[in-house]
C-alpha cells in the first residue's frame, strides 16, 4: 500500500535562514512521481517542485530544492533563505502509476511559521 | 487563463439537503479529480476521472457521486448531507495524469458546512 509520512507538523525557521521539510514514503511501483504543494493560509494549493523516480539529479525551483534519496525513499524539501510569504502549509504527494490509472497521494503537511 | 473553476466558494447546508459541487477546467486536461480536507489534515481523494465518461472510486467515496460528461466539467454530488461531510472540497485536474512531470493543477477550494 501506498503511503507519504510527515512526521513533522510544524516548524519554525528565523528568516532568510534554510530549513528542510520531511517526507518520506512507501511504494512498491516502480516507477513514481514525487510533488511538493504549498498551501498559504488563503488555501489554494500551489504547486513547488517535482521529482521523477528515475531522475538522476535533485529537482531544484528557485529557492526549493529537492533532496531524493531513492534507497531511504525520502523526498525533503529544502526551502533556501527563508521569506515571511514562504509561512504555510506544506504538503509532500506521490503519483501512482500503472494498471492504467493515476491517483495522488498527500501527506499530512507541516506548517511553516518563518520568523521575522 | 481561468484554469480550474469551483463553484460556490461557500456553502452551508442543512442535514439531508443534497447540492452539487461544480468544478470546470479550460486547460483541455483529461485527468480530474476531487479531494476533500478535513482541518488540520491533508487530501483525501473522493473520485477522479481519466476522461469523459470514465470515473472511478478513491479512497472516501462514500455520499457523493461524479459524472464526466464532457472533458471540461467534473460535478461532485452530495446526496442527503452528514455533518461528516463538512469540510473543504477541491477539484484538481492534471494533464495526462501520470508517468510525467505535470502537476495537478487545483481549483480555489468549496467551503462546505453541515448544520
Known amino acids: 500500500a501506498q503511503k507519504i509520512t510527515q512526521t513533522q507538523p510544524g516548524m519554525f525557521v528565523q528568516e532568510k535562514e534554510a530549513v528542510t521539510l520531511d517526507c518520506t514514503y512507501d511504494?512498491?511501483?516502480?516507477?513514481?512521481?514525487l510533488f511538493w504543494y504549498k498551501q498559504p493560509s488563503s488555501g489554494e494549493m500551489i504547486f513547488l517542485i517535482y521529482?521523477?523516480?528515475?531522475?538522476?539529479q535533485n529537482a531544484t525551483e528557485g529557492r526549493y530544492s529537492l533532496n531524493f534519496q531513492k534507497a531511504r525513499k525520502s523526498a525533503n524539501l529544502v526551502i533556501s533563505a527563508s521569506q515571511l510569504g514562504d509561512s504555510a502549509m506544506y504538503f509532500c504527494?506521490?503519483?501512482?502509476?500503472?494498471?492504467?490509472?493515476?491517483?495522488?497521494?498527500f501527506g499530512t503537511g507541516t506548517r511553516l511559521k518563518v520568523l521575522a | 487563463n481561468a484554469g480550474v473553476t469551483q463553484t460556490p466558494k461557500f456553502r452551508i447546508l442543512k442535514i439531508g439537503q443534497s447540492m452539487t459541487l461544480q468544478c470546470t477546467q479550460d486547460?483541455?486536461?483529461?485527468?480530474m479529480y476531487w479531494y476533500r480536507q478535513d482541518p488540520g489534515m491533508g487530501l483525501k481523494l473522493i473520485y477522479y476521472?481519466?476522461?469523459?465518461?470514465?470515473?472511478d472510486k478513491g479512497e472516501v467515496p462514500n455520499g457523493y457521486n461524479v459524472s464526466r460528461s464532457t472533458t471540461e466539467d467534473f460535478p461532485l454530488r452530495l446526496e442527503l448531507a452528514a455533518p461528516s461531510q463538512t469540510s473543504v472540497y477541491f477539484c484538481?485536474?492534471?494533464?495526462?495524469?501520470?508517468?510525467?512531470?505535470?502537476?495537478?493543477?487545483f481549483g480555489d477550494g468549496t467551503r462546505l458546512s453541515i448544520l
Open positions: 484538481a485536474s492534471s494533464y495526462q495524469g501520470g508517468y510525467s512531470n505535470q502537476p495537478q493543477h
Open positions: 511504494t512498491s511501483d516502480p516507477s513514481y512521481g
Open positions: 521529482q521523477g523516480s528515475y531522475d538522476q
Open positions: 504527494a506521490m503519483r501512482e502509476g500503472g494498471s492504467g490509472t493515476y491517483k495522488y497521494i
Open positions: 486547460m483541455n486536461h483529461n485527468y
Open positions: 476521472s481519466v476522461g469523459a465518461g470514465i470515473t
